[in-house]
């Protein structure tokens, strides 16, 4: 009951929110507002942590992904439990992965619902959720996915 909820309420809220210009920069911090400046283009979110063994193999697979459709599509990684941006750069060289990070607000997991990492989600040009994957995925699927976005 209370995910229907929380759905109901966060919906309503990317509805009533007005579009907000501008991509959020590398490093900001993901908020509501923050959320609201990827209206406009289909969005896929990772969350991950530095700590998470299978994040560090799905995050160079969702790199080429990023490479492909860049221009077309928001992507983004969303770090949990960390604000040290030199270790999350390091992360990124040592990993091999290129996606834009965001750093995780305090309301990330209540707003996105997060229960593990890694979690991929893809959301509409309106900011509706499409689909969700907990745990490293099939980097085709998630392909086919962004292509009906497109």
């Known amino acids: 009951m209370f995910n229907i909820i929380l759905s109901i309420f966060s919906a309503i809220v990317i509805i009533f929110t007005p579009a907000i210009s501008g991509s959020p920069s590398e490093y900001e911090i993901l908020n509501i507002k923050s959320f609201h400046k990827l209206k406009g283009k289909p969005t896929l979110l990772v969350f991950w942590s530095l700590h998470c063994i299978p994040c560090r193999r799905e995050l160079p697979h969702l790199d080429d992904l990023y490479e492909r459709y860049r221009n077309n599509v928001n992507f983004y990684a969303v770090v949990l439990g960390t604000k040290d941006i030199k270790k999350i750069e390091k992360a990124k060289k ?3 992965f290129n996606i834009p990070v965001l750093l995780s607000g305090e309301d990330v997991f209540s707003l ?5 990492t890694p979690t991929i989600i893809i ?7 499409v689909k969700r994957f ?8 998630i392909e086919n ?3 009906t976005l497109l």
């Open 94 to 96: 040592d990993w091999g």
């Open 112 to 116: 996105f619902n997060i229960i593990g």
């Open 123 to 129: 959301f509409d040009k309106n900011l509706k959720e």
């Open 134 to 141: 907990l745990g490293p995925q099939d980097t085709n699927k």
């Open 145 to 147: 996915i962004i292509k």
